[in-house]
C-alpha cells in the first residue's frame, strides 16, 4: 500500500502540473483575444489612442473622459457597465504611479492596501480602475502599452469550450468541459507498469464588441 500511495501523490503532481499548463494555455489565448479583438463576426477593432500620464490632473482627467469614457459608452450604447478598468504593462505601469499628478493617489490606495495586508497592483483615477497586469515572458501586455475594457456588460468576451473527441464526451446535448484529464493504465502480463496521463481542451476565445476595447499607447 505505501508503493501505491507513492504512485498515487506522483500521478497527482502530474496531473496538477497539467492543469496550471493548460490554464496558462487559456490565459495566453485570452490576453490573444484582448490584444486582437477584431473578428470577421464582430467587425473591427477600436483605433489606439495615447494618455499623457504626465500631464497636470485636470488635463488628465479630460483626457481619459474624452478618449476611453466617452468612446466606450458610445458603442455601449446605453448599455450599462460596471466601471472601466485599464490593464496596464510594466512599462506603462511604471510611467503611471511615477506621474507627478497620479503620485499622490496611487501612494493612498497603497497605504490603504498595505493596512490590509495587501499588494497594491491597482488603483481609481477619472472614474477608471488602472491595473497592473501581471503577466509572464510568453503572456503580456506588449511593454509601454495599456488596454481600456469595460467590466460587468455581458457578450464583450467570449470563451466557448467543445466536448472531447471520445465516445464518453459526446452525445445528446453535451457540453464541452475546460478540461478533459486521461489516466490510463500500461499493463503487460504481469499487470499495470505505469499511466499514461493527458490533458486535452477544446476553447475559442471571441470577443463581441470589438470597439470597446481600446489599446493605449504612451504619449
Given at each position: ?7 498515487e501523490?506522483?500521478?497527482a503532481r ?35 489612442v ?27 450604447d ?5 466601471g472601466?478598468?485599464?490593464l ?5 505601469w ?9 503620485r499622490?493617489?496611487?501612494?493612498n ?10 499588494v497594491?497592483m491597482s488603483?481609481v ?14 503572456c503580456k ?7 481600456a ?7 464583450v468576451?467570449w470563451?466557448?469550450f ?9 452525445g445528446?446535448a453535451?457540453?464541452?468541459?475546460p ?7 500500461i499493463?503487460?502480463s504481469?499487470?499495470t507498469?505505469?499511466?499514461e496521463?493527458?490533458?486535452a481542451s ?18
Open positions: 500500500s505505501g508503493a501505491k500511495e507513492v504512485i501523490n506522483r500521478r502530474v496531473v496538477a502540473k497539467l492543469r496550471r499548463s493548460m490554464d496558462l494555455t487559456h490565459e495566453k489565448l485570452r490576453m490573444a483575444c484582448l490584444l486582437s479583438p477584431a473578428t470577421t463576426e464582430f467587425g473591427a477593432a477600436a483605433a489606439g495615447t494618455i499623457a500620464v504626465q500631464s497636470d490632473a485636470t488635463k488628465l482627467r479630460q483626457e481619459i473622459f474624452n478618449k476611453l469614457t466617452l468612446p466606450i459608452e458610445a458603442e455601449l446605453g448599455l450599462s457597465h460596471s472601466l478598468t485599464v496596464c504593462s510594466d512599462g506603462y511604471s510611467d503611471l504611479v511615477e506621474a507627478k499628478s497620479l499622490e493617489t496611487f501612494l490606495y497603497q497605504a490603504a492596501a498595505e493596512l490590509r495586508g495587501a497594491p488603483f483615477f477619472g472614474g477608471v480602475t488602472w491595473e497592473r497586469y501581471r503577466g509572464t515572458s510568453t501586455i506588449p511593454d509601454n502599452q495599456a488596454v475594457i469595460p467590466t460587468g456588460v455581458q457578450d468576451f470563451q466557448a467543445a466536448p472531447n473527441d471520445t465516445i464518453e464526451s459526446v445528446n453535451a457540453l464541452g468541459q478540461y478533459y484529464l486521461g489516466s490510463k493504465p499493463t503487460d504481469q499487470g507498469k505505469g499511466y496521463i493527458s490533458i477544446h476553447v475559442r476565445m471571441l470577443c463581441g464588441r470589438p470597439k470597446v476595447i481600446i489599446p493605449i499607447a504612451k504619449a
